[in-house]
């Protein structure tokens, strides 16, 4: 069940609830030692991801209110500071696709030293959802992979004096700050199993299997503070996410590719790690794409397997306080993992050039004016605190009617158009290019697919599998109307393929082209 959020800035403002009945998200005191803040401030809603306590990570939500304890979200724009964390005693971020600020990062490391908690929850290497060139995992880290020594290489003047790229620095914040490093691997589809080994504090109590679905792992730099919780078993070439840019998997499996789930423990504090969002994700998404407006697919993860109560334990911990500072003792400690030539920060590499798609249109991730109406920041100016679920319906209803206002405003397709279309006639695999779409009368939901010789798509855009491009109105430009879309061409392709122009899902030309 989802929650609705209400507004509060420098102190927080109480929503009264509707209901006697009240929901743990509606009443938030100053003393409240129970507290639990979702960091919403850094992309955590870019592209398909809706990792919000009211959208996809409602069910979670709910299942730390059931433990007891209340949740708060940050808005869009809020930055993280030690004044702000010290109001809870933990603090969750769901897959950041914005970067931290070095006061940001400070003020993390502060605050779980003098005994807050904090959850990172990561995804695999280059997901990079909002095209920053900044995957969730080297936002943890704390440096680009590829650029450790200038963070903004690539980019643009625009993007690089832009305040979300103020105070952004590099360094190997994670290892040095809490024993742990993600990796940027990309596993898929793997059936993980609970060992007793690994079994600290209880972390892994009913816990009996986990499934990773294109994640990443965690080394473990300094076992003196740090441990893995769960592990991959053997693993193969097969296992690799299929978009992987890289091998994908590292090693043979088990604890030499690292754990899915780690924790640390630093000075009063406890920290936890997670190499994907799809363990705790759910199929409820309230926010439109920022990018294009098109409604999104979340799914329901944290319903599969063992993954509510592995979560439930994790949360659990994290709220005990406790003031050792070392594992030492605890249990037998880890071996660090083995770190290849290539993940050492200084000598990373990027293996393909970043970002791995261009944004459309007027799309800028750094500007929430860009956004399109619906999407999460577009219009927020406020940190949020949960209301009642009345609320929720409420504004559900009114977040539906301004969709629907929004798309009403747009002229419907004319059928007949004469169509131009623009492209290079021979092109070669993996090299990007441009259709250009002209039209002589506005058309809407305009998109293309690539298909082959035996009637395979072989299309890529926007970072996706093989497939149909996101759709898009055509703009007026001077005396005619335009669209157009970048992608590439997957590996398997060769000979003529045909270029399908649709509008609205209904084919209106076809294109030839042919790849070398």
């Not at 929901?23 to 992309?43: P, Q, R, V």
Request: net charge negative.
């Amino acid at each position: 069940m989802k929650k609705i959020t209400a507004l509060f800035a420098a102190t927080i403002f109480l929503t009264a609830c509707n209901s006697a009945d009240e929901s743990n998200t509606t009443k938030l005191k100053s003393d409240d030692a129970n507290e639990i803040l979702f960091d919403a401030s850094h992309g955590v809603t870019a592209g398909e991801a809706d990792w919000v306590i009211d959208g996809g990570f409602s069910t979670f939500n709910d299942d730390i209110n059931k433990l007891g304890f209340t949740t708060a979200s940050t808005d869009y724009q809020a930055e993280i500071t030690l004044k702000l964390l010290k109001q809870y005693k933990a603090f969750i971020m769901p897959e950041p696709n914005i970067p931290l600020k070095a006061s940001e990062q400070q003020a993390i490391k502060d605050y779980v030293n003098s005994g807050g908690s904090i959850m990172m929850i990561a995804d695999h290497y280059n997901a990079d959802r909002n095209l920053n060139r900044f995957d969730a995992s080297e936002i943890f880290n704390g440096y680009r992979r590829g650029a450790f020594r200038n963070i903004t290489k690539g980019m643009s003047q625009d993007e690089i004096n832009s305040d979300r790229m103020q105070d952004v620095t590099s360094s190997d914040y994670l290892s040095k700050t809490f024993g742990v490093r993600f990796r940027y691997n990309a596993l898929d589809d793997v059936v993980l199993s609970a060992k007793d080994e690994d079994n600290a504090f209880g972390l892994l109590d009913n816990v009996e299997k986990v499934n990773m679905h294109a994640g990443s792992t965690i080394m473990i730099t300094n076992p003196e503070i740090a441990k893995g919780i769960i592990y991959p078993e053997k693993l193969s070439k097969h296992d690799k996410w299929s978009h992987a840019v890289d091998q994908g998997v590292y090693t043979n499996g088990f604890k030499d590719e690292g754990a899915f789930i780690a924790i640390s423990k630093l000075g009063k504090g406890k920290a936890v790690f997670i190499g994907d969002s799809s363990i705790v994700e759910d199929n409820t998404p309230k926010y439109v794409r920022e990018d294009n407006g098109q409604e999104k697919q979340t799914y329901d993860g944290i319903r599969e397997m063992d993954h509510q109560i592995l979560m439930e334990n994790l949360v659990k911990w994290m709220m005990k306080q406790e003031d050792y500072s070392s594992l030492n003792g605890k249990f037998s400690l880890d071996k660090p993992t083995k770190v290849l030539n290539f993940e050492v920060p200084e000598q990373s590499t990027e293996p393909k050039r970043e970002p791995w798609g261009t944004p459309g249109h007027d799309y800028k991730w750094y500007d929430p004016s860009t956004f399109e109406p619906g999407s999460f920041g577009k219009d927020t100016k406020h940190v949020t605190v949960p209301g009642s679920e009345h609320q929720q319906n409420n504004k559900s209803i009114n977040n539906k009617k301004e969709n629907e206002d929004s798309k009403s405003t747009r002229k419907k397709t004319i059928t007949g158009s004469k169509i131009d279309v623009q492209y290079p006639k021979t092109v070669n695999i993996g090299q990007r290019f441009t259709v250009n779409v002209y039209t002589q009368e506005q058309l809407d939901q305009v998109s293309i697919e690539l298909i082959d010789a035996d009637g395979e798509q072989v299309g890529l855009f926007d970072g996706n599998p093989p497939g149909q491009s996101r759709a898009y109105d055509t703009k007026k430009n001077e005396n005619r109307f335009h669209s157009y879309f970048h992608g590439k061409i997957a590996r398997e392709a060769n000979g003529e393929i045909t270029i399908n122009i649709y509008a609205k899902n209904q084919l209106i030309q076809k294109e030839k082209m042919i790849v070398r």
